[in-house]
């Protein structure tokens, strides 16, 4: 009799390539097939040869080498291509079979796929995969949600192929119903575009104010990743710090000023705003990016506008111990605003989701993995329904702590005109979300003498609304009251 497979997997790119392998490493046998097929030729004589995997030249021949429930994962390109997909599949699968989707969609897609897969009396899986190349080879951090009744069927495999932590735990969980799973993974690539901001201001502040060379830079990152700051993207950025072109200079001092982006982080600020969250950090973020492709814009800019000149006086040393107490502040603020929306995404969508759960899937195989993450499961584990991380103990003490190094970094990057938006950006958060009484009231007096939007009144009770005729011109009657 003919073996069957465990899983198959539509799409060897890089990521479904090192995934496959990975788990058949742990024991399963995998199908594997690709829109060009000769791909699939090309992995099985190759990286594949000797190891337990099916080559499929056709979706049918793909779905006929699986055992039931049989178990197909897309790690195609987002958008059509997965619609795309699961339509040639649905005329060979059968009830109780299961369709998962391992790339980057849009969480509102994957709400829509498994409400229609569902429909077919299929089962379906959204899960976001985290770790990039070596991730998916090695143990990805993995997000999945969907329909409950799959996941009983793929937790064997996805916990076995997932990054572990210390005491073995596996970085991968279910997270709720519909497209919790990618919401979550958006989140995540959320606080990544925050981290690399941050750090990226970090560096130009050094490199421009301090004039600090690559060398110098990469020895300073080198140490924070042994103390608090302790990441991933901490790790490589003393990496990158260190790597010499061929000439022998430093290969980042080369690369163009220009960053790329997939339209995660995107989507992460569109969804905040939606859902009326104030993710300032990580929207400046995807902001600075824009600012980088005006690459031919900037360069005019620089000759025609004059600010001041970058000059550093006072010690060095405290600096770069503020500057590491900037990165750590600012980064309490870019996990507190994303775990604020996925918080209020829960409420939205209805979903159940395991705020400790989560930070033990972050804590290992994925881009922000950092020492912190398990005093954010701490943080949730103590109080389950902690309204904002800022309000938990350790994290109040650390932030508190960090502001003054913090704030002087941000007025030197200010008084010496180097572009800080992520560090300032998340100060004024803190600020602001530390303070009793906003200007806000200014704001409403102002939308309600142009508009007639009404105000809520300090002596009256929330939820009474009231309208001024401002000029005495105008009459009385009140624009409709309404949240966007």
Known sequence: MTKLADIGLIGLAVMGENLVLNMESKGYTVAVYNRTVD??????????????????HSIKELVDSLSRPRKVMLLVKAGQPVDDFIEQLLPYLEQGDVIIDGGNSHFPDTIRRTQYVESKGLLYIGTGVSGGEEGALRGPSMMPGGSPAAWPLVKPIFQAVAAKVEDGSPC???????????????????????????????YQIMKDLLGMTADQMHTVFKQWNTEELDSYLIEITRDILAYKDADGH???????????????????????????IPLTLIGESVFARCLSAQKELRVAASKAL????????????????????????????????????????????????????????WRGGCIIRSAFLGDIKKAFDAEPALPNLLLAPFFKEKVENAQAGWRRVCAAALLNGIAAPALTAALAYFDGF?????PANLLQAQRDYFGAHTYERIDRPRGEFFHTNWTGRGGDTASTTYVV
């Open 250 to 276: 430093p290969l980042v001092d080369k690369i163009l000023d220009t960053a790329g982006q997939k339209g995660t982080g995107k989507w992460t600020g569109v969804a905040a705003l939606d859902l009326g």
């Open 39 to 56: 791909k699939v030729d090309r992995f099985i004589a190759g990286r594949g040869a000797g190891k337990d995997f099916i080559g499929a």
């Open 172 to 202: 991968c969980d279910w997270v709720g119903e519909g497209g919790a799973g990618h919401f979550v993974k958006m989140v995540h690539n959320g606080i990544e575009y925050g981290d690399m901001q941050i750090i990226c201001e970090a």
């Open 434 to 438: 530390r303070s009793e009484r906003l």
């Open 306 to 361: 004059v600010g001041p000149k970058p000059a550093f006086t006072g010690d060095r040393k405290q600096f770069i111990a503020d500057l590491k107490s900037a990165l750590y502040g600012a980064k309490i603020i870019s996990y507190a605003q994303g775990y604020n929306l996925m918080m209020e995404a829960a409420k939205e969508y209805k979903w159940n989701l395991n705020y400790g759960g989560i930070a033990l899937m």
